[in-house]
């Protein structure tokens, strides 16, 4: 597995949940669970937790390359596994809310700010490994 490989796979993991997050309340605003204020509201909320994240793979991209290098597998299997993971602890609430109808905004919004935050353990060293570290 490459550096580039593996930075393509994790930015198609946060991508992916982001576009997750935003058909949620996209259907739920089309339900009429939500109105429009409130779907923007929410879609500032993940593109707030997600804007760092962005941020730095975003860099990792389009800083200076130089020849592709390889990396452990495990190094990769453990980064995938912690993106998904955290990724999936913001993702249930956001689908519970926009597929099923259940909780309150209030809630919602609450849950995303706390959880990514408590849980950003999970992909800060991730990240910074994989995108800011010197290929």
């Known amino acids: 597995m490459t550096l580039g490989t593996t930075r393509i796979c ?3 993991v946060f991508f992916v949940s982001y576009l997750i997050h935003a058909s949620a309340f996209f259907i739920s605003y089309h339900r009429g669970h939500i ?4 779907m923007r509201e929410l879609m500032i909320t993940v593109l707030k937790i997600y804007s760092v994240h962005f941020a ?12 592709s290098k390889k990396i452990e597998s495990y190094s990769f299997w ?5 993106s998904v993971g955290w990724n999936l602890l913001l993702l249930w609430y956001s689908v ?8 309150t905004i209030i809630d919602l919004s609450t849950y995303l700010n706390d959880i990514s935050s408590w849980s950003s353990f999970l992909i800060v060293g991730v990240l910074a490994f994989f995108f800011i570290k010197q290929e």
Do not use: Q, R, W
């Not at 519970?96 to 909780?103: A, D, P, T, V």
């Open 56 to 67: 730095v793979i975003m860099g990792g991209f389009f800083a200076k390359k130089s020849k």
């Open 35 to 38: 109105y429009a204020d409130e």
């Open 10 to 12: 994790l930015f198609l």
């Open 96 to 103: 519970l809310f926009g597929y099923m109808g259940k909780g």
């Open 78 to 82: 453990v980064a995938l596994v912690s």
